[in-house]
């Protein structure tokens, strides 16, 4: 008989900011993704903390961040061994690609950018360069691995795009060189919404905190949150035009426990807002029970981040030093 040697993994990638405390929305949008595709795929994960520099942020505070998004990488349940976890700035290839990348893109693509667009009005006096090519520096972050696959939320489907972009571009203008990344979106919490702006993204950087529910929010503070959440005055639970705040709590339930929205209004039938709230908000909190217990026994061993850290940059830099002597060599430039 032949022997048959299995199809290589196909390889995923995806990158948080540490740009506040992560939200239910990069939860359910992105983080609860990666546990599940880490099993399946081979992955690597990282806290994207040179993307969150494109705001201010406090130094102490920031170092703090940092710290805290790895932990709750850990919390989430991937693990180190299994997968490649790291922190961005520490593998200087990440930096380096980009700045070739941008000299392969556009002004006139990234001036297209809506994230560009909203941030450069929430941040009107810090329009910075870096804001601008952001989305390069993801691309870069995305095709150093060679990913297949980008589980993402929704909001980042465009960003996608112009890695896709680049990569061809490259590809033709050279010769294959990136493996042109296909973004993963789950079907399920893509686009939580700000419990007070429904037509607005949950975001960790939104000035107003009642707008989201953070990953180590206590219970009743979550409580709190989800009884102020903005609805309307029509009083009842069903998915429709119009009702976003209500669309939003039932996706975000809807995702918390299996429940399809044709379940959920049902259960609600004649019931009013107040028992649904309440009812969304214990599956938010015991959702969210099991990872905050972990992050608190993670965050606090500081040792063991640094050695996830060192061993995640030195398994990161590996794969993607690759990549960036394929591209370099490719351009021309004289190799050491
Ligand atoms: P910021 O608010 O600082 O701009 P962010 O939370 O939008 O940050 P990231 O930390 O980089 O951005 O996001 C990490 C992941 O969470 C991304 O995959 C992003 O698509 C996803 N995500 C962010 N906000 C939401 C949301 N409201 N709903 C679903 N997914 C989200
Ligand atoms: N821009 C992303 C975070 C990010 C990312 C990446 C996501 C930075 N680099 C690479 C996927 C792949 C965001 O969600 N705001």
Redesign the pocket.
């Known amino acids: 008989m032949e022997a048959t040697t299995a199809a290589p993994k196909k390889r995923i990638l ?7 405390i ?2 239910l ?2 939860y ?4 609860k993704n990666w546990k599940t595709l880490a099993d399946e795929f081979d992955g690597a994960f990282a806290v ?1 903390d040179l ?2 520099i494109t ?1 201010r942020q406090e130094p102490a505070q920031f170092r703090k961040q940092i710290n805290d998004v790895l932990a709750l990488l850990l919390a989430i349940g991937l693990d180190p061994d299994q997968s490649i976890l790291f922190i961005q700035s520490q593998v200087p290839a990440h930096s380096q690609l980009a700045w070739i990348l941008n000299c392969y893109t556009q002004f006139g693509e990234m001036s297209r950018m809506t ?1 560009f667009k909203d ?1 450069s009005q929430s941040h009107a006096d810090n329009v910075n360069v870096g804001l601008f090519a952001y989305p390069v520096l993801m691309a870069a972050d995305i095709l150093l691995y060679q990913a297949d696959l980008v ?6 489907k465009q960003h996608l795009e112009i890695a896709r972009d680049i990569a061809q571009r490259f590809n033709t203008l050279y010769s294959p060189t990136f493996t042109v990344p296909e973004p993963y979106i789950g079907k399920q ?6 419990l007070q702006d429904p037509l607005k ?6 000035p107003n905190p009642k707008s989201y529910i953070s990953v180590f929010d206590a219970p009743d503070v979550i409580s709190k949150k989800i009884k102020s959440a903005v609805t309307d005055s029509e009083g009842s639970v069903r998915f429709a035009d119009g009702k976003e705040g209500i669309n939003n709590l039932m996706a975000i339930y809807a995702c918390c426990t299996g429940l399809t929205n044709e379940q959920i209004e049902a259960d609600f039938a004649g019931k009013g807002y107040g028992d649904f709230k309440a009812a969304v908000a214990e599956a938010v909190i015991e959702e969210l029970r099991p990872i905050r217990e972990r992050y608190e026994r993670y965050s606090n061993d500081k040792a063991y981040l640094k050695e996830v850290a060192a061993q995640g940059a030195e398994r990161a830099s590996r794969v993607a030093n690759r990549t960036l002597q394929k591209v370099m060599k490719k351009i021309g430039f004289v190799l050491p």
């Open positions: 995806s990158c948080i900011q540490p740009s506040g992560p939200t929305g990069n359910l949008g992105a983080l994207a993307h969150a705001v994230q941030k589980p993402v939320g929704a909001d980042q919490g893509a686009r939580v919404m700000s993204k949950m975001s960790k950087s939104d």
